[in-house]
């Protein structure tokens, strides 16, 4: 099926009325007690996913941010449920969130770059692989979502709320390469298209995928393991997420 590349601006169009809107509005409408949430730990600990400049496996990095976050979402009120899983099946997981019922769906992960930016260093007495070429987050959403265009809408405060904190995106998933080139939905914000990810695709609730920072970059390594990056992603997620729950669907 032909995408249609007007219907795409419109619904962004919205989602960026909607921010704006929200800015200057006062009063909050959310009830959050009613507004659950599933935030996802992305990988498990037998699949842990991307590893990192200094070895460490991604699934823990996931685990911390997640673990901040719920703690952040449940200081504003909100039902909060951390998925983890001992295996990676996404769709089991996806039915573990569903069967919730959860008004917002967050999926937590760290990110990598392709192979052949990678190089070799010692670290730890180890040989790891690193690249400093990129850094930065990226959100994902699935156009296969059932509800798409409040996905985008979320992933739209998310990214407003992250460079209102000073954190930069990459666009290291749109180079036209390999196992990259990603559509970028909104390039301003950092929010790419990722149609065919089973997790996105499968969950009924508005659903994104945040990779909060790449990993096998040394310095964004060092920055993603501090309680301080983690805070300042945990604030973004709880702004988001109250704007998002103002708005009724
Ligand atoms: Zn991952």
Redesign the pocket.
Known sequence: MERNEYFYLKILFRAVLLAVAHQSSPASACDAASFPVVIDI??SPSQP??ISATGRP?FEF?RDLATTIEKQLLVGGYPVTVLQSESGGLISRAARANAIHPRLFLSI??DSVQPQYLQFWTANGRIERYSDRFQGWSLFVSRDNVQFDRSLSFATALANALRTRGLPFSRHHAEPISHENKTLLDPDRGIYAYDGLVILRRVRAPAALI?AGVIVNRDEERRAATPERRALIAESVAQAVLQFCDFPP
């Open positions: 992305g990988h996913g991307a991604e996931n992960h760290h990779e």
